[in-house]
Each structure stands twice: as structure tokens, then as C-alpha cells.
T-cell receptor, first 115, second 110 residues
């Protein structure tokens, strides 16, 4: 089955620690995205990548870092510089260019809690 | 900067009634998406609207797009309890990144 997987499902972090969230897709999509969702709010874009070895900051990139060494993988690191990291993190992917009615596909999410 | 506004943010409706959720956005875009989110879950794609005047229907939900007015609507017909969820609209930017509205939390009451 094609899809997007995220791990872990739940993650607990102590203050001052860096943690890495995994996102893998086997849809052969060029573009991948990371969003953050706070309770009762919409999603906000953290980083996105349209192609391997290239990525751009989204609206709230401070305190986060990413890499895109492989087409199928787009891990997100939440650094100690992110002051309020407790949130639900969603990874998504899409074809880079399409003329067809294609949407972004979302993974199941990782819920991060800072202790 | 693209801004997306949804209203209402909270909606309680009786089963069998009709209602409309509105999504306004601030800059030109030809692609608008509607998603559904159940509590604690990821997002499920409902509709992709690609052009002015586009209308899509699936079951009791119908979405439309007016790019000139920068407005999309999600109309609910004869609501049932299973439609209770949070509904998001999202507008696509040049790099296919999405800007989301704040969501409409829909509760359908018996």
C-alpha cells in the first residue's frame, strides 16, 4: 500500500533536548511538507521541500531543522531553541507539478509533549 | 502574505438541518482544498477545487469555489451525526504549500 508513515506516534521530550520526527513516503512524490497543529487551531507550515537536497522555510521555521537526503524521507528535528514545541506534527507529500486534481496526502501525525 | 479565514469556528446543528461553512482568502489562488479531521486524527481530503465556478459533491457535502470573490463554501445538507468533525479549508501557494483556515468544529446533535 502506498502512503505516508510518521514515527513515533507519541513523543515526550525533556526541556533542552533535541528530538527528531520521522516521515517516510512511498508515493514517489517530489514535494514534502511539515506542519504544526496546536489545539483548536489550523495547521501552520514549518518547512517544505520540492526536491531532494533542497528545502525552504515555512511560516514558523524557527527552532526547527530538516534534511532531504532521499526522496522518500523528510525528517524534522525539533531543537532546544523551539520554546513551545508541544503540538501535533503532521507530514504531507504531493507531486511537485500536476495538472490533475491531486491533493496533499497527510501522514497520521506525531504528538510531541515537552515534560 | 496569504490569509485564510473560516467561519463559523464552531457550529452546532440539529440532525436533518442544512448549513454552510465559509472560507475567505486574501490573495489570488486557483486551488482550494477542503479537509476533514476527526479528534486526534490526521487530515482526510474531501474536495479539491481547481477553477472558478468549480462545484464538487460527495454525499451530504457540497463545495464550491468563486475565485473572483476569493470565497469557497462547504454546504451540508440534512446533517447526520457522522458528519461531526472539524473541517478545514486550505489555499495553495506557488510551491504547492498550503495555508489553512482555523477550522470549523461541527457538532451534529440528535
Amino acid at each position: 500500500d502506498g502512503g505516508i508513515t510518521q514515527s513515533p506516534k507519541y513523543l515526550f521530550r525533556k526541556e533542552g533536548q533535541n528530538v527528531t520526527l520521522s516521515c517516510e513516503q512511498n508515493l514517489n512524490h517530489d514535494a514534502m511538507y511539515w506542519y504544526r497543529q496546536d489545539p483548536g487551531q489550523g495547521l501552520r507550515l514549518i518547512y517544505y521541500s520540492q526536491i531532494v537536497n533542497d528545502f525552504q522555510k515555512g511560516d514558523i521555521a524557527e527552532g526547527y531543522s530538516v534534511s532531504r537526503e532521499k526522496k522518500e524521507s523528510f525528517p524534522l528535528t525539533v531543537t532546544s531553541a523551539q520554546k513551545n514545541p508541544t503540538a501535533f506534527y503532521l507530514c504531507a507529500s504531493s507531486p511537485r507539478q500536476t495538472l490533475f486534481t491531486d491533493t496533499q496526502y497527510f501522514g497520521p501525525g506525531t504528538r510531541l509533549t515537552v515534560l | 502574505e496569504l490569509k485564510v479565514e473560516q467561519n463559523p469556528l464552531f457550529l452546532s446543528m440539529q440532525e436533518g438541518k442544512n448549513y454552510t461553512i465559509y472560507c475567505n482568502y486574501s490573495t489570488t489562488s486557483d486551488r482550494l482544498y477542503w479537509y476533514r479531521q476527526d479528534p486526534g486524527k490526521s487530515l482526510e481530503s474531501l474536495f479539491v477545487l481547481l477553477s472558478n465556478g468549480a462545484v464538487k459533491q460527495e454525499g451530504r457535502l457540497m463545495a464550491s469555489l468563486d475565485t473572483k470573490a476569493r470565497l469557497s463554501t462547504l454546504h451540508i445538507t440534512a446533517a447526520v451525526h457522522d458528519l461531526s468533525a472539524t473541517y478545514f479549508c486550505a489555499v495553495e501557494g506557488s510551491a504547492r504549500q498550503l495555508t489553512f483556515g482555523s477550522g470549523t468544529q461541527l457538532t451534529v446533535l440528535p
